[in-house]
């Protein structure tokens, strides 16, 4: 009897050690290889990586999405039946917060240039935004991954994360958000300046070329928030075209020794609230 009952505790211990060992080894995924794991179930359909979300706690700024988890499990589920096929190309992480620039194809022809931003609390992601630019696929590939995504290089000068973040977040104000293309020297290495964008002609910062003209817009632009590891820098802010129509502006700037060298940008349209599926709004942050 003793015996058996040795038996039985050492196999109640072991299957303790053994839980242990595999919530430490969850607990060992980074939040960015959660969030790359979280994108890439929009192409797979897993549903596993929808754990490292706070089912009781999350709000989704997606306004084409519904709210909570299952408006989360919903938009997986339609984008694996799509065919979408998702690469996370870069990845960055600022406090609570990590965000991602991701190319995206489909079988109908197209494919989405997006960000996302993911907010943590503790070790679950508790509120999620985005922007997406959809386009035609490039006859020639080579050319377009060349033009409007540059290549992927690690993350440097992390040490100056938070003055490369006050200067983006100053060339937003002062040059995007305002119009003010003669100031874009002051900001940028103009000898050496990359523009990645598909909306604008060469060396012509993306966001004065969409917004830029005659009429000035009714209602005052907006910066919303300001991201930031190393050398690169996301900045999301809101403006209006000459029509007076809301867009959201996701702004990406890689910067070196205090200038920025290149910047990838996409801009989305706030639908009227009569067409969102759920009322969180585009921003609040």
């Known amino acids: ?37 979280l994108l890439k179930a929009f192409e797979t359909g897993d549903t596993v990586p929808i754990s490292y979300i706070n089912s009781g706690k999350y ?40 965000f991602a620039q991701s190319l995206n194809t489909r079988r109908d022809d197209s494919i989405e240039l997006t960000f996302d931003i993911f907010r943590y609390e503790g070790d679950k992601i508790v509120e999620h935004w985005d922007n997406t630019y959809v386009l035609h696929v490039p006859t020639d590939p080579q ?16 040490d100056k994360t938070q003055a490369n973040k006050k200067l983006a977040e100053a060339y937003t104000r002062y040059v995007l958000l305002q119009d003010s293309i003669e100031c874009f020297p002051e900001f940028a290495d103009t000898e050496n300046y990359i523009e990645r964008n598909p909306y604008i002609e060469e060396a012509i910062p993306a966001n004065l070329r969409v917004f830029v003209d005659n009429e000035r817009e009714l209602d005052p632009p907006a910066l919303h928030k300001v991201l930031g590891e190393g050398d690169y820098v996301l900045v999301v802010s809101e403006k209006s075209d000459r029509k007076n129509l809301r867009s959201a502006l996701y702004d990406l700037f890689r910067i ?26 585009k921003f609040g942050f």
């Not at 009897?1 to 050492?10: C, D, E, Q, S």
């Not at 299957?15 to 290889?33: G, H, P, T």
């Not at 989305?268 to 969180?280: A, D, H, V």
């Open 143 to 158: 050319r377009f991954n060349d033009l409007y995504l540059g290549a992927v290089a690690e993350i440097k000068d992390r």
């Open 256 to 281: 070196a020794n205090g200038k920025i060298v290149e910047h990838w940008f996409i801009t989305e349209p706030i639908p009227p609230q009569s067409e969102w599926k759920n009322k969180n709004g």
């Open 59 to 98: 709000t989704q700024h997606n306004l084409h999405v519904a709210d909570g988890v299952q408006g989360f499990r919903e938009a997986i589920r339609g984008a694996a039946k799509s065919g979408l096929k998702v690469n996370t190309l870069r990845i960055f992480e600022d406090g609570d917060y990590v």
């Open 1 to 37: 009897m003793k015996i058996r009952l040795g038996i039985l505790a050492l196999g109640a211990l072991f299957s303790f050690l053994l839980s242990c060992n595999n919530a430490q080894n969850n607990n060992q995924i980074s939040r960015k290889q959660q969030v790359v794991a």
